[in-house]
């Protein structure tokens, strides 16, 4: 980066910006100031001692602009009245402020009352013109003005980013309807046609092989139903918090398909059901339904139990299996982590790890 650069760069920071600038206003009549005297120049001593008294509001001038204006604009009508010596660069700047960094209502009602009367008596005492009394309101209009464009520019942009956003979510929404809810229709029809294919006498209800293709074929058809929700969210022109189809009230159902695909899964509520957020809801079955899966994927055979106790403050989520804990030779899943992206989206804490008699737990506690 060049040097250029690197001062513009540095200028750009308000505090940098406004430091610089009392700087140069206050070095010209600290060096002229030793020698008016020795000239007997005794009112322009008093009017640089007047300018270097209104300079270092400045500094605040963005989080306090209306005293720091006040004041200045006092200075300068003071000076003219007393020693005909003027602050109006200082006034000019401070006023500007007032009306790029204070409230719309503030900066009109300083600027159109007691200021714009104190310049037109100033006007009347000095014998100049009344257009005086103008300085005030023009001057702060135009720090309006410029906030005004500022806003409009940065509002500009943000829609712009927003519309760039919703671009790329529907441009996520059609990958996944062209892949993977293609391949998940694809498997639900090849496990449904399996099914029906059994030789006669296993394709009964009471077959082991045709329940587990049943399980695996309700699994891949929820699968799908839940990607056309969340297909139908992605592709939203809102926030994405339209309802996805699934939460607690899913869970006996959750729970007993992970038991027809193995071992039978248990689920205990504990506490009085009540309403959850929707954000805590959602959650509340994604963590169920990732842990119950890992547990299918990394402990086959296992068997699991939920926990679900509501509280007033909060609920708390616990998957319990009794299989044996296996550290996995690629840390590359993203299950727990996606797990634990939700619990701290929804404010909550998420504990995981070998349980204390054996197997895997994950805890959830998730604030109401």
């Not at 200021?115 to 008596?121: E, I």
């Not at 135009?142 to 519309?163: I, V």
């Not at 403050?313 to 804990?325: I, P």
Request: net charge neutral.
């Amino acid at each position: 980066m060049r040097s250029g650069q690197k001062i513009g760069l540095l200028l750009s920071r308000p505090r940098v910006l406004d430091v610089t600038l009392v700087v140069l206003l206050c070095l010209p009549p600290l060096i002229a100031l030793p020698f008016m005297p020795v000239y007997g120049d005794t009112r322009a001593a008093v009017g640089a001692g007047l300018f270097l008294l209104a300079v270092p509001p400045l500094l605040v001038r963005r989080r306090h602009p209306v005293p720091v204006a006040v004041a200045v604009a006092a200075l300068d009508v003071a000076g003219r009245l007393t020693v005909t010596t003027s602050v109006s660069l200082v006034a000019t700047i401070a006023l500007y402020g007032l009306g790029r960094h204070a409230a719309t209502r503030k900066a009109l009602l300083a600027t159109l009352g007691p200021m714009t009367l104190a310049y037109a008596a100033m006007s009347v005492a000095t014998g100049m013109s009344l257009l005086g009394a103008l300085f005030p309101p023009i001057v702060a209009g135009a720090g309006l003005l410029m906030r005004s464009r500022a806003e409009a520019h940065d509002l500009r942009e943000e829609m712009r980013t927003e519309e760039a956003v919703q671009a790329e979510r529907r441009r996520i929404a059609r990958e996944l309807h062209d892949v993977v809810a293609h391949h998940i229709t694809v498997v639900s029809a090849l496990v449904g046609g399996a099914r029906v294919s059994l030789p006669a006498g296993t394709s009964e209800t009471g077959s082991e092989a045709a329940e587990a293709l049943l399980a695996a074929e309700h699994s891949a058809r929820q699968a799908l139903t839940e990607m056309r929700h969340l297909l139908r969210v992605l592709r939203a022109d809102g926030t994405g918090g339209e309802a996805t189809g699934v939460g607690t009230v899913e869970l006996p159902a959750l729970v007993e398909q992970a038991g027809a695909a193995g071992p039978p899964a248990e689920l205990v509520v504990e506490g009085e059901p009540v309403p959850l957020p929707a954000a805590v809801d959602r959650a509340v079955y994604r963590i169920v339904q990732e842990a119950l899966t890992n547990t299918r994927k990394h402990a086959p055979g296992a068997r699991s139990s939920v926990r679900i106790t509501y509280g007033s403050q909060e609920v708390e989520v616990e998957v319990l299996d009794d299989g044996v804990v296996v550290v996995p030779a690629s840390p590359g899943g993203l299950g727990l982590v996606g797990m634990a992206e939700r619990v701290a989206l929804c404010g909550g804490s998420l504990d995981t790890g070998p349980g204390p008699g054996g197997g895997f737990r994950v805890h959830a506690r998730l604030p109401l």
